[in-house]
């Protein structure tokens, strides 16, 4: 069965770098574009970022461009994602997630989540 | 961006009664593909979201067929004809047309 499990997440101070790891097994990781959602504290779902199966392609919501990076590691059935520049805004648990079939623009499983923190 | 909105907010439902739950769409869903990219998920409570319902009114693996989703263009709906306990959580909607992928505000169904 498709498991997803991420890693990285806890407290770090505004201006600073944190890097999520999500280890995938259970499917063709090579085969399936990833994502990256996440949510803040009682709030609704996000859409970070998104990956194609072959690292090809990449688009991020206009909340990240430019700060957070979305990479994956075939050889290793590992999905990245490097966050910099961090704000009290990115505060939230990010979900890991494998596109749907063929289609990038779809999500069908997720990860059980990691809490990033950002705070002073 | 597409703007993706849910209504209501929240549903109250008495155990093996019906519920819906709308979306609308900024744009019009429809891929020159044929198909109409929106999704449905429900996070049940403490646990992450799982898929419901693809491209408008495919039921995912292993989902009950009390759960059935319709709608075209900008407009849709999730049903549930018969609300178990197990199905409280919040359902959200997602529009998988273009990037930036983006999500109603989510409804919470609760039991009665």
């Known amino acids: 069965q498709v498991q997803l499990v991420e890693s990285g997440g806890g407290v770090v101070q505004p201006g600073r770098s944190l890097r999520l790891s999500c280890a995938a097994s259970g499917f063709t990781f090579s085969s399936y574009g990833m994502h990256w959602v996440r949510q803040a504290p009682g709030k609704g779902l996000e859409w970070v970022a998104v990956i194609s199966f072959d690292g090809s392609n990449k688009y991020y919501a206009d909340s990240v461009k430019g700060r957070f990076t979305i990479s994956r590691d075939n050889s290793k059935n590992t999905l990245h994602l490097q966050m910099n520049s961090l704000r009290a805004e990115d505060t939230a648990v990010y979900y890991c997630a494998k596109a749907l079939g063929g289609r990038t623009g779809a999500i069908d499983f997720w990860g059980q989540g990691t809490l990033v923190t950002v705070s002073s | 961006d597409i703007l993706t909105t849910q209504t209501p907010l929240s549903l109250s439902v008495t155990p093996g009664q019906p519920a819906s739950i709308s979306c609308k769409s900024s744009?019009?869903?429809?891929?020159?593909?044929?198909?109409?990219?929106l999704y449905w998920y429900l996070q049940k409570p403490g646990q992450s979201p799982q898929l419901l319902i693809y491209?408008?009114?495919s039921r995912f693996s292993g989902v009950p067929d009390r759960f059935s989703g319709s709608g075209s263009g900008t407009d849709f709906k999730l049903k549930i004809s018969r609300v178990e306990a197990e199905d409280v959580g919040v359902y959200y909607c997602?529009?998988?047309?273009?990037?930036?992928?983006?999500f109603g505000g989510g409804t919470k169904v609760e039991i009665k």
């Open positions: 491209e408008v009114s």
């Open positions: 744009q019009s869903l429809l891929h020159t593909d044929g198909k109409t990219y």
């Open positions: 997602m529009q998988g047309l273009h990037f930036p992928l983006t």
